[in-house]
């Protein structure tokens, strides 16, 4: 499993990178332009971040507790970084190309429904999967995805900066909590 491992590794680190690079990109676009950020921009890109430290460590610790996974049980696996890799990529201030929309406002209301489907599959994916291989029970890697899965039911429905800001400053809480209080340490192999 060393090898799955270190494959799951290189991909979660490219999604890592696509939102590290579209954080940094958001900050010198807006500083260069002397426009403010888009506070959910930046608060996604921030959550995305986390989230990758976070799926990487609970990766970490399970992949030392299984010999071989089904490709299904694979392919579960690999949604979550392309899930990230591609939220990343919704978000990237450069990656739009012919008619782009004007503000970081409306490029994020453009992708309203895209970037909160795709985050909405990350923990379904993981919840399902979970189910599928009896090992789902009520506990914080439940609750946390449950309410990641919430959070982006809730992003399909609200409108305006402020309410987009505090949906994603709400989601950064909860994945940060769910980071420190599930992963106090990290095993350094």
């Not at 990758?52 to 460590?57: D, F, M, N, Q, S």
């Given at each position: 499993m060393d090898v799955l491992w270190w494959f799951y590794t290189i991909v979660l680190g490219g999604a890592f990178t696509q939102v590290a690079v579209a954080l940094a990109v958001q900050w010198k676009v807006r500083a260069g332009a002397g426009t403010p950020?888009?506070?959910?921009?930046?608060?996604w890109l921030v959550f995305l971040l986390i989230l990758?430290?976070?799926?990487?460590?609970a990766v970490g610790y399970y992949i030392r507790t299984v010999d071989s996974m089904s490709i299904i049980s694979l392919l579960a696996f690999l949604w979550v970084p392309m899930g990230i890799l591609i939220l990343g990529v919704f978000l990237a201030d450069g990656t739009w190309t012919g008619a782009a929309p004007g503000s970081d406002e409306e490029r994020f209301s453009r992708l309203r429904i895209p970037f909160f489907s795709v985050l909405l599959l990350i923990p379904m994916v993981n919840v399902v999967h979970e189910f599928v291989l009896g090992s789902l029970s009520v506990d914080a890697d439940l609750l946390f995805?449950?309410?990641?899965?919430?959070?982006?039911?809730?992003?399909?429905?609200?409108?305006g900066v402020k309410a987009d800001g505090l949906l994603a400053a709400a989601m950064v809480v909860v994945i940060a909590v769910y980071l420190l209080t599930s992963y106090g340490t990290v095993e350094a192999l």
């Open positions: 950020v888009h506070p959910a921009t930046v608060l990758t430290i976070e799926v990487w460590i995805p449950g309410l990641i899965a919430i959070g982006a039911v809730v992003g399909f429905f609200i409108r």
